[in-house]
T-cell receptor, first 116, second 115 residues
Framework: GDSVTQMEGPVTLSEEAFLTINCTYT??????LFWYVQYPGEGLQLLLK?????DKGSNKGFEATYRKETTSFHLEKGSVQVSDSAVYFC???????????????FGQGTILTVHP | DAGVIQSPRHEVTEMGQEVTLRCKPI?????LFWYRQTMMRGLELLIY????????DSGMPEDRFSAKMPNASFSTLKIQPSEPRDSAVYFC?????????????FGDGTRLSIL
């Protein structure tokens, strides 16, 4: 079945440090890939997405590239801020059989804490 | 634009009571998802609907849990009777399309505490 594996957290960084959160997946067909962010006390928000191989999703300084050959979708940011402290989830959606109804398979989440 | 609206935001009740959580999806979305989030088990998909029809309820933990979607703009998740281990944050999300390329949009959740 489909699965998503994220790097274990928590991740603690100083402000302006470089961020990488690794995400690899196993899926049938051609999945779409997503990164969601969850701030304390809130629901998950879409951060970025990519729907086909070699696509790069980007938003708020975050980037991730859909790598079919390595089945990866690693999240990166060049300079993190304290306000980026949150939980980050990698997710995929497959189109198996032509109708997935948008069901997502999530990774376990990675807690990021950024110190001033 | 209005996002996914959940109510109540917080619910505290005693064990054995019936609990009803409500969700209004984004207008035009045709899929609706109910999740439960706890520290121990993370984010779990409970059930999802497409065009108001339940597609997969294999994540519903037991018969005490039930969900309905009487129309395209409203869904409920009911727990009867409630137990302390049901304490969690429950999220509703919606999306449109059937090809899986569109993201899900989440509500702010209902924080449920069963005493």
């Amino acid at each position: 079945g489909d699965s998503v594996t994220q790097m274990e957290g928590p991740v603690t960084l100083s402000e302006e440090a470089f961020l990488t959160i690794n995400c690899t997946y196993t899926a049938t067909g051609y999945p779409s890939l997503f990164w969601y962010v969850q701030y304390p006390g809130e629901g998950l928000q879409l951060l970025l997405k990519a729907t086909k191989a070699d696509d790069k999703g980007s938003n708020k300084g975050f980037e991730a590239t859909y790598r079919k050959e390595t089945t990866s979708f690693h999240l990166e940011k060049g300079s993190v801020q304290v306000s980026d402290s949150a939980v980050y989830f990698c997710a995929l959606s497959t189109n198996a059989g032509g109708t997935s109804y948008g069901k997502l398979t999530f990774g376990q989440g990675t807690i990021l804490t950024v110190h001033p | 634009d209005a996002g996914v609206i959940q109510s109540p935001r917080h619910e505290v009740t005693e064990m054995g009571q019936e609990v009803t959580l409500r969700c209004k999806p984004i207008s035009g979305h045709n899929s609706l998802f109910w999740y439960r989030q706890t520290m121990m088990r993370g984010l779990e998909l409970l059930i999802y609907f497409n065009n108001n029809v339940p597609i997969d309820d294999s994540g519903m933990p037991e018969d005490r849990f039930s969900a309905k979607m009487p129309n395209a703009s409203f869904s409920t998740l009911k727990i009867q009777p409630s137990e302390p281990r049901d304490s969690a944050v429950y999220f509703c999300a919606s999306s449109w399309g059937q090809q899986g390329r569109q993201p899900q949009h989440f509500g702010d959740g209902t924080r449920l505490s069963i005493l």
